[in-house]
């Protein structure tokens, strides 16, 4: 997982667990580097004017996983800090659009972290199984986040500050 961003296409796109500090990342990264700042989750979000819990629980899980490649692969932000859901790892083709997009940096929580981070799951959007438990989850995506990432961030002990500043720091931001 060694990477380089390419100089003509600065963008960064976050990947990892639920929980993992995408979201937070990805805003003070976008302040720190002027880049424009998208989450995938708010734009599917506004883009069916519905929570994702809600979207989730109106459809099975490929369903939403369907709906999430689709919004992704729209996307034509290069040069952008994308923040992605922890499901889109399962979009091949998401996947390999985002990496069009630019770095594909994955935020690697443990899962007792998660647990921490993460109260209820369902309520929050997460895409996960009844019965399934947040290590579950870890394990099964585990395989494809290591696949796709360019970058890994070892993030369970950092603040948001410390991992911006590793980010930067490897892609030369």
């Known amino acids: 997982m060694a990477a380089e961003a390419a100089p003509e296409n600065p963008g960064v796109?976050?990947?990892?667990m639920p929980g993992s500090g995408k979201s937070?990342?990805?805003?003070?990264?976008?302040?720190?580097?002027g880049l424009p700042f998208l989450d995938t989750d708010a734009l599917i979000e506004a883009g069916e004017s519905k929570r994702l819990?809600?979207?989730?629980?109106?459809?099975?899980s490929e369903g939403f996983r369907k709906i999430e490649a689709a919004y992704v692969q729209s996307i034509?932000?290069?040069?952008?800090?994308i923040s992605t859901g922890g499901s889109v790892c399962y979009s091949r083709e998401a996947m390999q659009h985002l990496g069009s997009l630019g770095t594909i940096v994955w935020l690697d929580v443990s899962p007792e972290v998660l647990e921490q981070r993460v109260a209820d799951a369902f309520d929050r959007g997460v895409l996960i199984e009844p019965g399934t438990t947040l290590a579950d989850l870890y394990d099964s995506r585990f395989p494809l986040?290591?696949?796709?990432?360019?970058?890994k961030i070892e993030?369970?002990?950092?603040?948001?500050?410390?991992?911006v500043s590793r980010i930067c720091e490897q892609l030369s931001l």
């Not at 796109?13 to 990892?16: C, F, H, S, V, W």
């Not at 937070?24 to 580097?33: N, R």
């Not at 034509?76 to 800090?81: F, N, P």
């Open 24 to 33: 937070t990342v990805g805003k003070l990264l976008s302040e720190q580097t």
């Open 53 to 60: 819990a809600e979207i989730i629980s109106e459809h099975t």
């Open 145 to 151: 986040y290591e696949l796709y990432a360019q970058l």
């Open 155 to 163: 993030a369970s002990l950092l603040t948001p500050e410390e991992v």
């Open 76 to 81: 034509q932000s290069s040069g952008s800090i």
């Open 13 to 16: 796109i976050l990947i990892g």
